[in-house]
């Protein structure tokens, strides 16, 4: 195990519903991510929380909304979303990326959603 | 912004045999290139990384080697076993504020018996 925990790992939701995903590090790290991860597509980044304070959000629709409450705790709260939203939602946290430079990012097992 | 392109998509050796796969990455400022292995129904698992200082690093039956100048970066394993079968990504990334990866498309490598 990674030390990042998500729950849960399958949700199948209605189009007019509203969920949660919810992640957690166990690992001490000050950066979360959110990650979406479709079929014969590349991993691609959502958000990026560093301390606590959003500091990316990649063009990402409003129906996906994260919160970041604490450096260990990162939700995305989802509602209205449409089938093509279907895919593998993936977290992953890092020690703190900083101005140095990058560090490892360690991911969650991710939770499977489905859209209908 | 940074575009990885990742080959083959697909690679299917027997056990024993060697594998490798390919990235290359198109922004010269990125300095960081890790590959994760995904296996089914788990997260993406980093198993080697490279930074930009250094051209080749070694992990037992891994290896990351790195060329700058002409911005490619490759996976090697040796003596494949059937665990090695997985999804393998390529990454890149630069410093900044927020750390950003960008992933290749990945490589299904199937080690057949």
């Known amino acids: 195990e990674t030390g990042v925990t998500q729950t849960p790992r399958h949700l199948v939701m209605g189009m007019t519903n509203k969920k949660s995903l919810k992640c957690e590090q166990h690992l001490g790290h000050n950066a979360m991510y959110w990650y979406k991860q479709s079929a014969k597509k590349p991993l691609e980044l959502m958000f990026v929380?560093?301390?606590?304070?959003?500091?990316e959000n990649n063009s990402v629709p409003s129906r996906f909304s994260p919160e970041c409450p604490n450096s260990s705790h990162l939700f995305l709260h989802l509602h209205t979303l449409q089938p093509e939203d279907s895919a593998l939602y993936l977290c992953?946290?890092?020690?703190?990326?900083?101005?140095?430079?990058?560090?490892?990012?360690?991911f969650g097992p991710g939770t499977r959603l489905t859209v209908t | 912004g940074e575009n990885v392109e990742q080959h083959p998509s697909t690679l299917s050796v027997q056990e024993g045999d060697s594998a490798v796969i390919k990235c290359t990455y198109s922004d010269s400022a990125s300095n960081y290139f890790p590959w994760y292995k995904q296996e089914l129904g788990k997260g993406p698992q980093l198993i080697i990384d490279i930074r930009s200082n250094v051209g080749e690093k070694k992990d037992q039956r891994i290896a990351v080697t790195l060329n700058k100048t002409a911005k490619h970066f490759s996976l090697h394993i040796t003596e494949t076993q059937p665990e090695d079968s997985a999804v393998y990504f390529c990454?890149?990334?630069?410093?900044?504020?927020?750390?950003?990866?960008?992933f290749g498309t990945g490589t299904r490598l199937q080690v057949t018996l």
């Open positions: 929380y560093n301390f606590k304070e959003q500091t």
């Open positions: 992953a946290s890092s020690r703190n990326p900083g101005l140095a430079g990058v560090d490892e990012q360690y």
């Open positions: 990454a890149a990334s630069y410093p900044g504020t927020a750390s950003k990866l960008t």
